[in-house]
């Protein structure tokens, strides 16, 4: 997923235009979007981060959908799944209240898009300039704007993620795997099983990490019963959902 952009900023001496970055970069790389699984969006209310929540387009809190049209125009077909990294209001110039209402319109009206994957407002708590007039706690509390958020119906952020496992090596009747992981979870002793081939859940003793993260490997004892060769496969290990 590339960075977020300033789509409100202009190409000047010290900074480019999206719309131009884009178009040269896809020119530079024409199937560089063949690496990209998301978009990041920094949907933000311009201008002066206090733009009204019914405005549409570039520089509003729907400039996703304008980065998603450009990007099609640009020849890209993949439908990218949209994450708004960041977007929000500035309580410099609106109350606290306007800014709430302005918020609870946007979750229930604007970010219900079905292509939006989440939505993270700037900023949760940053109690020092220049990003107070942002944040939702001020003064060690936080104020009503998150306390409103909060109750907002929400869809539990559970995103798919690749599950693997490589036994590199196996001591038998002893209940040790050697193992790797190779998926994108992070593993833990109480999100994961160990089943053997009918699909009975063994009793997991003992891992040599507190947690796996990709990447990671290291060894699991558990109790088993008896073993039963399916080609190459012995056990098959996964988190528990």
Do not use: C
């Not at 960075?3 to 000047?12: E, V």
């Not at 970055?21 to 002066?48: C, Q, T």
């Not at 007039?133 to 119906?153: A, C, D, R, T, V």
């Not at 992070?186 to 063994?202: A, C, H, P, R, S």
């Amino acid at each position: 997923m590339p960075s977020g952009f300033d789509a409100s900023l202009p190409t000047t001496k010290g900074s480019l235009d999206e719309s131009t970055y884009l178009l040269r970069m896809i020119k530079k790389e024409p199937d560089i979007f063949e690496l990209v699984d998301g978009w990041a969006s920094h949907s933000y209310p311009n201008p002066n981060f206090s733009g009204s929540e019914y405005a549409s387009g570039r520089g509003t809190i729907r400039t996703f959908e304008w980065e998603l049209s450009f990007l099609k125009n640009l020849g890209v077909k993949k439908e990218l799944p949209v994450f708004i990294t960041e977007t929000g209001w500035s309580k410099n110039k609106l109350n606290e209240e306007i800014v709430s209402r302005k918020f609870n319109f946007a979750f229930e009206n604007i970010w219900n898009n079905n292509k939006i994957v989440a939505v993270t407002p700037f900023i949760l708590n940053y109690e020092f300039p220049p990003f107070d007039i942002f944040s939702w706690k001020n003064n060690g509390n936080y104020h009503n704007l998150y306390e409103n958020i909060q109750k907002l119906p929400k869809t539990k952020g559970i995103p798919p993620q690749e599950e693997k496992a490589a036994v590199s090596k196996i001591l038998a009747f002893t209940g040790i795997l050697f193992v790797e992981n190779t998926g994108q979870t992070i593993w833990t002793k109480d999100n994961l099983k160990v089943i053997d081939e009918k699909g009975n859940k063994l009793e997991i003793i003992k891992i040599s990490l507190n947690s796996y993260e990709p990447g990671g490997s290291g060894y699991i004892i558990f109790k088993k019963k008896s073993f039963l060769f399916l080609d190459s496969t012995l056990l098959l290990w996964h988190p528990e959902r």
